[in-house]
């Protein structure tokens, strides 16, 4: 997805890997200053269509079958979306079916949500090339849910959630959000 504006091309990048607020701070930490991410926001994606635009408090029911995602908002001439992808495999356990660490639920997914269909191709061509590079080696599986949405499909969280472990150090973290291999 490309901005209308030919001063200021970006492109979106959507991805879920347990508590959003982990995800958001490690991209930021990694690719922030002038490194490619213009932008990251917290929300939620992939739901059921009842269920537009759900609380918080709603998506930790497991009811609206949406997950914690981050949307990040990147300049593809300075990082492209299939390292943003890959990197996205070195931050958390992508064999975990519904959680990550403590938390649990769908609502904490390993989930990858593109675009259109070159991100949905670059998507699954960065999946086998880590899975057949880190775990088949281990004997293990990929579980992450790959599959297209459209950019309006994600819900941005409340402001309280935006930046959160910025804001807040000391602050709740996944133990699953930190760099492997």
Known sequence: MTSSSPSTQFQLA?????????????YRQHYGKGKGLIDAKVGFIGGLESSKNPTYEEVCTGRTGHAEATQIKFDPAKVSYAELVEFF???????????????????????IFAHDDEQLEIANKVTAEVQAKHFDPKGQKIVTQIEKRAAQDFFEADAYHQEYLARTPGGYHCPTHVLHW
Do not use: K, M
């Not at 495999?89 to 989930?111: C, E, I, K, V």
């Open 14 to 26: 959507t991805v879920a890997s347990g508590c959003f607020w982990g995800t958001e701070h490690i």
């Open 89 to 111: 495999y070195r931050t958390h356990d992508p064999t975990q079916l519904n959680f990550q660490g403590p938390d649990r639920g769908t609502q904490y997914r390993s989930a």
